[in-house]
């Protein structure tokens, strides 16, 4: 990223918990500026599991929600601000800057899986509501992004709650605003956010019909003025009256400056970015104007790289500097109500033209070349089918556990949240009708978990692309498929041939798919995962990984009551008892498990469920005897003979732990390989070096063996130093390695392709800073900096693309709530008053390593 004119940042505010400090109130007058990112990802969770598997599309990463929070989500809490030479001058919170959402189903993501992430993006929102008069940053955002004209009421209703529930349970206050999926919109819609409490929402300007003056007494009947091309002043609010005289608030972004956001270079320079921004500055000479934009929040950084550095710069240097303000819609709106009133167009949506055809028809929108799009009609109907046939099963079913169903249903939000048995039964106690028994409870909470699923399957995203059958769509079947298995299970109705039947009428781009219920076929019933799956993954992975008595896999939780390992030969032989309890529905099964292992890939499980302790000992006693007869035909026979022919085998783990064993299993294979090129490299260690000398192609079979030869060294060592990360001498060795290795890989022009050695040497490096800044003898700085400093230089002598952000992080933050206080009182000659456990001739010691980390040190250096 570059910037123009780049102007220094004097003093940067210091960065706590991932927060700029707040600056003073400032009111919303004259230009204020406000940049909204609806920041959010479809839920991929497998529903069954109620976790992403890895996504190999998001390689090196292991789904696209990790991916994305790498390239955009984490960026913004850390965005950095640089200099000419690349150095960190200062690190803003973009958050607490824009305007946001994020997606209830990414923000439980980030507060699972990044919890660094999450807290900066809470602290932001506190921080920006201290400097904004109670204002913050943040609104909400209907739960799972259904398109609200197409939902029914209830439906309508529910989305808001959970919506406004999850907003609470995140930023501990009311939102002000709401987002609608698609910025999709329609009166019913309308009233329910009124009805919810709603004050404000975002439109794109497209779905404006006519504006005029609100009446007054001066002017009691003003002039209304149609809307054509989106050309309504987005600079003021408006308000949007229904017919019985309630309303809601409105903001239009500015759409040219929106669009140059998502599709042009504008945000390749923050100083080109303010200055289009100044464009639609009004010379009218009001007392107060709005500049609005908004755009995905993903553009920041991951559909444009880098660009979160242009944000921050501009939030924090050049919006500043023209003498605006930056604000958010809930702070503009309360000093300056609407003056003006809007009329909507009857249904839309900022991505369709087409009203919001674009979830329900062939229209054209979002489509690709020759493809169509005329399965997304029979789709919604057929969505539309089924949750009108599991409303019936709900409601039917429902009032024999429910005072009010849909009460429940509404608050539902609480356990989805929190899945502790005790918040399950807190909350089934609230809503019973009458006490429950264990197996009424888990039917009841069933009952939820096929409404919540009927919910996620019009996730917008599955009608958003030109083809049924890309993972947006088979994800939204999925939830459809859970809810229909778990139909069956309460009342015993057989909606699935039905569903099927309806989803032929949808047809497939793709040949091989033909239509609907072939993508549902091959797609999502083979996605299913059963109570024996579960077993069976436990049972094989229990080979490799330690399991607890008690532990979890996915959303099961897991009570070992036994388990027996036996080895003869090449075999290995695994009996166990094992008990599942669902963490969503409160199910369990119970099972007496086998699991042979002949070798490499094959596995060969069976289970049943637990019939008693003297089964259970009988099972074992028969097949640990056919074990020590090490005869695979008898031990495959008596198998079969206890168990049936039910098999699993390595193929039937889930995806995740099936990349974990299979990698284990080649680790003998490639240590091999390592050995095998290792050797090649030296015995031909002469001739490739003459190669080199006289500058003659190399041949690619040498080049390979001392490219795989130096990167397994690389890797060995760089081991061996995290494993001894308290031992001076034995550091020092392994760095003298590493650098005799980044010669020779250098001197032999070799590429070494280690990620895994970067990532170890960043852990190295963060954990020996850490160490110094917090609990290092200050006797010591001075040999613990070189160390760190050294480590650098090594990771960039053997070219590994080191990243220090983390640590550029760690770093900034001390520096600004230890060194930087005391160096500006040591300006004052009085650093007495700033506690210290470093002498004053030690403080440029930690100066010159925040420089070795990237961190621009050189004014207080100089």
């Known amino acids: 990223m570059t910037y123009t004119s780049l102007r220094p940042v004097a003093n940067p505010s210091p960065v706590v918990g991932g927060s700029q400090e707040s600056q003073p109130s400032q009111p919303a007058t004259g230009v204020c500026v406000t940049i909204h990112g609806h920041f959010y990802q479809p839920p991929r969770e497998n529903p069954y599991l109620d976790a992403i598997e890895r996504q190999s599309s998001a390689y090196p990463f292991h789904d696209w929600n990790e991916r994305i929070d790498r390239e955009c989500y984490r960026p913004n809490v850390f965005a950095r601000i640089l200099n000419d030479r690349g150095e960190v001058v200062g690190i803003v919170n973009n958050f607490e800057y824009m305007s946001f959402n994020i997606g209830p189903t990414l923000m439980s993501w980030l507060e699972r899986y990044d919890r660094e992430t999450y807290d900066g993006v ?6 920006s509501a201290e400097r904004l008069n109670g204002h913050g940053n943040a609104i909400a955002q209907v739960y799972n992004h259904i398109i609200m004209p197409l939902a029914n009421k209830r439906d309508k209703y529910t989305q808001i709650r959970w919506g406004k529930a999850d907003f609470r349970s995140h930023f501990g206050r009311d939102p002000e605003g709401m987002w609608l999926a698609e910025a999709a919109v329609d009166a019913a819609t309308i009233a329910a956010l009124i009805d919810e409490g709603i ?5 794109a300007p497209s779905q404006a019909a006519r504006y005029r003056a609100i009446p007054s007494e001066g002017n009691s009947d003003p ?6 091309g989106g050309q309504i002043d987005p600079t003021r609010p408006y308000r949007c009256f229904l017919n019985d005289n309630r309303f809601i608030d409105i903001f239009f972004y500015d759409g040219p400056i929106s669009r140059d956001m998502g599709f042009n270079d504008v945000l390749n320079s923050s100083e080109i970015f303010v200055g289009r921004l100044g464009l ?23 559909h444009k790289r880098g660009t979160e550095k242009s944000l921050a710069y501009a939030f924090t240097q050049e919006i500043p500097h023209r003498g605006w303000t930056v604000t958010n819609y809930a702070h503009y709106l309360s000093s300056n109500p609407p003056t003006w009133e809007v009329e909507l167009k009857p249904v839309t949506a900022w991505s369709c033209s087409h009203g919001v055809d674009r979830w329900q028809d062939d229209c054209g929108c979002g489509g690709g070349g020759a493809w169509h799009q005329k399965w997304r009609k029979p789709l919604r109907e057929s969505l539309n089918w089924l949750r009108d046939r599991v409303v019936e099963v709900y409601e039917s079913s429902g009032r024999h556990y429910f005072s009010d169903p849909w009460r429940a249903r509404d608050e539902y939000i609480q356990v989805i949240r929190d899945r502790r048995p005790e918040t399950q039964i807190n909350f089934l106690y609230r809503h019973q009708c009458r006490p429950l028994s264990q197996t009424e409870q888990i039917d009841a909470l069933r009952l939820l978990e096929m ?14 692309f030109e083809e049924l059958s890309r993972p947006e769509g088979v994800q939204i079947l999925r939830y459809a498929a859970r809810a229909i298995e778990l139909a069956g299970d309460i009342a015993g109705v057989q909606l699935e041939p039905e569903f099927r039947r309806r989803l032929q009428a949808a047809p497939s781009n793709i040949e091989g798919f033909g239509n609907g219920a072939i993508v549902y076929d091959r797609l999502v019933t083979t996605a299913r995962v059963s109570f024996e799956q579960v077993a069976a993954h436990y049972a094989i992975s229990a080979l490799f990984e330690s399991y607890q008595s008690k532990d979890r896999v996915y959303c099961y939780q897991t009570e070992q009551f036994d388990y027996q390992k036996q080895q003869m030969g090449p075999m290995t032989l695994a009996v166990g008892h094992l008990r599942l309890i669902s963490e969503i529905t409160r199910e369990s099964a119970e099972f007496a498990f086998a699991v042979l292992h002949l070798g490499g890939w094959d596995f060969h499980c069976c289970l049943q469920p637990f019939g008693g302790r003297l089964a259970y000992n009988q099972i074992k006693d028969k097949l640990f005897e056919a074990l020590d007869r090490a005869s695979v035909t008898r031990m495959m026979v008596a198998m079969t003979q206890t168990f049936g022919d039910l098999a699993f085998n390595l193929d039937d783990l889930f995806a995740e732990e099936r990349y974990r064993i299979i990698q284990q299993l080649t680790e003998n294979t490639r240590a091999k390989l390592d050995r095998l090129y290792t050797q090649i490299y030296r015995d031909n260690y002469g001739v490739l070096r003459a190669f080199h000398r006289d500058e003659l192609p190399v041949p690619p079979e040498l080049q390979v063996a001392a490219n795989l030869a130096l990167s397994d060294r690389c890797l060995t060592m760089v081991r061996l130093l995290a494993a001894s990360s308290d031992d001076p001498q034995q550091i020092e060795q392994y760095f003298g390695e590493l650098e005799a290795i980044a010669v020779e890989a250098n001197t032999m022009r070799c590429q070494l392709e280690i990620p895994e050695a970067r990532v170890m040497l960043e852990q190295f490096i963060a954990a020996a800073l850490k160490n110094l800044l917090d609990r290092s003898d200050p006797a010591e700085l001075e040999s613990e900096s070189e160390r760190i400093a050294r480590a650098i230089a090594i990771g960039n002598s053997l070219h590994l693309g080191l990243l220090l952000e983390r640590v550029q992080e760690l770093y900034y933050r001390f520096f600004h709530s230890h060194i930087l206080p005391y160096c500006l009182e040591s300006e004052t000659h009085s650093p007495a008053s700033i506690p210290c456990r470093w002498k004053s001739e030690q403080v440029p010691i930690l100066l010159s ?5 990237g961190v621009d040190m050189s004014s207080w250096l100089n």
Do not use: P, Y
Not at 122 to 127: G, I, L, P, S, T
Not at 223 to 228: A, D, F, N, P, T
């Open 122 to 127: 809470v602290e932001a929102d506190r921080k």
């Open 199 to 203: 004050k404000f929402i975002i439109l």
């Open 223 to 228: 002039q209304w003025h149609e809307v054509g």
């Open 280 to 302: 639609a500055v009004r010379g009218d000479r009001r007392a107060a104007q709005l500049i609005s934009v908004a755009t995905d929040g993903e553009t920041f950084g991951h």
């Open 451 to 464: 409404q919540r699923n009927a919910l996620f399957m019009f996730t917008s995203c599955g009608w958003f």
């Open 849 to 853: 390593l925040g420089q070795s980390l």
